[in-house]
């Protein structure tokens, strides 16, 4: 089938993004002799995980940040997590915190999340950053949808006024999504697994964002013409939560995978860690 959607390409966006974000990190350097940094925590050794964590940790060097690479045994309790982030919390040489999800089943994640100081969250995932993010004041929102938002804004995407369907209520890209599309005064719905005549509610959107977790799951006939599709999807096969190939005849714009939204996660995890270190240094 062929495509009609313009492609919102992440990777060149991120690319930008890092760009800038390497200016700003030379700068702190040269006005404070400090290298903002980033700490990654791992607990256990799942593949996925110790591949994410690589491969933030390589784009932290890329652009002349410091990574510090924390991690733990699989059988690491939550007192012992929680002493491990306080630590670094109050460690001056350490400007970011990032806790790799999901942790192993003994693990309270939500209080090792809490123990993170809301300064250092450039991850986005306490309850002080929600709070701050929700309510529209400054501080570091979850990075995918953050990055979803950063992602519309390269290519001029209207967002307010419009609609916007968000397919997915999970506490770090649903529920945050929805906040920061109501931040931009769209009107915002938020539907999920038990939402009745689903198809029918996507159709009205303007603006879909896909975070279902489930592969190709939007349908063609879901989408009405001209809607920006943001797919934030990752399923086993680089496949999304669109069905890609049934749904760009309809999109104006849409994002693909992998390429569009996985990238600008990351960047904007980065672009928070700088803004964190810059905070933290008082450097304008």
């Not at 784009?59 to 630590?87: A, F, H, N, P, Y």
């Not at 977790?213 to 599709?229: E, I, L, S, T």
Request: proline fraction near 6%.
């Amino acid at each position: 089938m062929t495509t009609t959607a313009t492609l919102m390409d992440g990777t060149r966006v991120s690319r930008e993004l890092m760009a800038a974000a390497k200016a700003r990190v030379e700068h702190i350097i040269a006005k404070t002799g400090v290298t903002p940094t980033l700490a990654t925590v791992l607990v256990g050794a799942d593949p996925a995980s110790v591949t994410y964590t690589q491969m933030k940790r390589r784009r932290c060097e890329s652009i002349g940040m410091k990574s510090v690479k924390v991690e733990l045994g699989e059988d690491t309790t939550t007192v012992q997590l929680v002493e491990t982030i306080t630590r670094l919390g109050e460690d001056p040489a350490v400007h970011g915190i990032l806790l790799q999800h999901p942790s192993p089943p003994q693990v309270d994640e939500r209080a090792a999340f809490e123990a993170i100081p809301v300064g250092k969250d450039v991850d986005g995932v306490t309850f002080g950053s929600f709070a701050h993010m929700w309510f529209g004041h400054p501080g570091f929102a979850s990075c995918t949808p953050e990055g979803i938002m950063r992602l519309m804004d390269a290519y001029n995407v209207e967002v307010e006024g419009k609609h916007a369907v968000v397919i997915g209520r999970s506490a770090i890209l649903g529920k945050p999504m929805a906040g920061l599309l109501l931040n931009r005064n769209a009107t915002v719905t938020i539907c999920h697994s038990r939402t009745r005549d689903l198809g029918d509610v996507v159709k009205q959107a303007d603006i879909v964002v896909a975070a279902v977790g489930r592969p190709n799951f939007v349908q063609g006939g879901w989408v009405k013409p001209g809607a920006v599709v943001m797919d934030a999807g990752y399923n086993e096969g680089n496949i999304g939560d669109v069905d890609f190939e049934a749904v760009a005849p309809h999109a104006g714009l849409i994002t693909p995978v992998p390429g569009g939204v996985g990238p600008m996660t990351i960047a904007t995890l980065i672009e928070q860690t700088v803004t964190a270190a810059e905070r933290q240094l008082g450097v304008a």
